[in-house]
T-cell receptor, first 115, second 113 residues
Framework: GAVVSQHPSRVICKSGTSVKIECRSLDFQATTMFWYRQFPKQSLMLMAT?????????EQGVEKDKFLINHASLTLSTLTVTSAHPEDSSFYIC???????????FGPGTRLTVL | KQEVTQIPAALSVPEGENLVLNCSFTDSAIYNLQWFRQDPGKGLTSLLLIQSSQREQTSGRLNASLDKSSGRSTLYIAASQPGDSATYLCALNYGGATNKLIFGTGTLLAVQP
């Protein structure tokens, strides 16, 4: 399967700061990536679909101005949590859609803690 | 709104037992269904993918079944091992242009040595 990396794996920041999380597809080009959020003891919830070269598509209830997504290349998508607050503390996971298939490969996740 | 429920939420079994995890969904017009494993604080590992036209898939000690008419899927784990301890998630893909996955609530499995 595809190799997907995320950076950083863990980040702690102060309330009000912005945090950028990177998702990289290491062995193939991906026009579509997905961003999920997982709160403790809960399942994954899709936040947005990241499309290379175009605007991301956000799920209902996800603020696009707070969670900025940039998919500027076929191997990299970034999620920026702007003006982070403690309630944004969560586990953020990206996935990459393998071209020509309906299979998603998941990254290892990023643990965000906002103090 | 599609709802995906997994029962039980948590399960503890002694090593060597066979076990079944359940996944129920309200909208049966799925494109495919996938079972994942998630270790604590980690990403997801895909275990099995069943297309809507299929009834089951097998990989090693794992067998996943799909019954669209009843809105159910099961993951059967044979001869469980402590290394099987993890959270198991089912995810539904309703197809279309988006390929979005809707995840179930998860089952936390603990296999006791």
């Amino acid at each position: 399967g595809a190799v997907v990396s995320q950076h950083p794996s863990r980040v702690i920041c102060k309330s009000g700061t912005s945090v950028k999380i990177e998702c990289r597809s290491l062995d193939f080009q991906a026009t579509t990536m997905f961003w999920y959020r997982q709160f403790p003891k809960q399942s994954l919830m899709l936040m947005a679909t990241s499309n290379e070269g175009s605007k991301a598509t956000y799920e209902q209830g996800v603020e696009k101005d707070k969670f900025l997504i940039n998919h500027a290349s076929l191997t990299l998508s970034t999620l920026t949590v702007t003006s982070a607050h403690p309630e944004d503390s969560s586990f953020y996971i990206c996935s990459v859609l393998a071209g020509g298939t309906d299979t998603q490969y998941f990254g290892p996740g990023t643990r965000l803690t906002v103090l | 709104k599609q709802e995906v429920t997994q029962i039980p939420a948590a399960l503890s079994v002694p090593e060597g037992e066979n076990l079944v995890l359940n996944c129920s969904f309200t909208d049966s017009a799925i494109y495919n269904l996938q079972w994942f494993r998630q270790d604590p604080g980690k990403g997801l590992t895909s275990l099995l993918l069943i297309q809507s036209s299929q009834r089951e898939q097998t990989s090693g000690r794992l067998n996943a079944s799909l019954d669209k008419s009843s809105g159910r899927s099961t993951l059967y784990i044979a001869a469980s091992q402590p290394g099987d301890s993890a959270t198991y998630l089912c995810a539904l893909n309703y197809g279309g242009a988006t390929n979005k996955l809707i995840f179930g609530t998860g089952t936390l499995l603990a296999v006791q040595p």
